[in-house]
């Protein structure tokens, strides 16, 4: 699944050579066992996504801190921001996940929360009165929010959060 989820990674050309070769693939087991030039080709552009995101993940794991989970990271032509927040949330099942690229004046966010936490009403109250927006559902939401108030937004997510606690 993450060969293929990482094939949809990359700069629009990548992503539909991948589609069109993924419609040449007659069985999983030749990208899984590499026995096709086809199988190759698409093994080889899941490992140079695959290990960006490792040292992401990585470095995602040593920032966790309290019952937060707080990461950025700069914007590089792959968006990983989801694919980290649902597995730091797997891995830390307890915590808050914010994840963050910075993207010129912006952070693109994926927060998540476990249950019974409502990352969505957390975070419906903490953007009140900060630069962004987002949306999402009660345990995953996505979010776009300046720079600037980044901070302030994180401080206010954690308050929000310790009142459903």
């Not at 990983?80 to 996940?97: A, K, P, Q, T, Y």
């Amino acid at each position: 699944i993450r060969i293929m989820q990482f094939s949809l990674k990359g700069k629009t050309d990548k992503i539909r050579q991948n589609i069109k070769v993924w419609t040449r693939i007659k069985t999983p087991y030749e990208v899984l066992n590499q026995t096709t030039p086809q199988g190759r080709f698409l093994y080889k552009h899941y490992e140079s996504v695959n290990a960006v995101y490792a040292q992401l993940l990585e470095e995602a794991t040593r920032s966790v801190k309290d019952s937060f989970v707080v990461f950025t990271y700069p914007y590089t032509t792959l968006s990983l921001s989801g694919e980290l927040s649902n597995e730091l949330l797997h891995r830390f099942n307890d915590h808050i996940v914010v994840v963050g690229r910075i993207k010129e004046e912006d952070v693109v966010c994926s927060l998540r929360s476990p249950s019974p936490i409502s990352i969505r009403k957390a975070f419906e109250q903490a953007i009140v009165g900060i630069q962004g927006r987002g949306g999402g559902h009660e345990q995953a939401c996505g979010a776009t929010i300046k720079k600037t108030d980044f901070e302030r937004f994180i401080l206010r997510l954690k308050e929000e959060v310790a009142k459903q606690k």
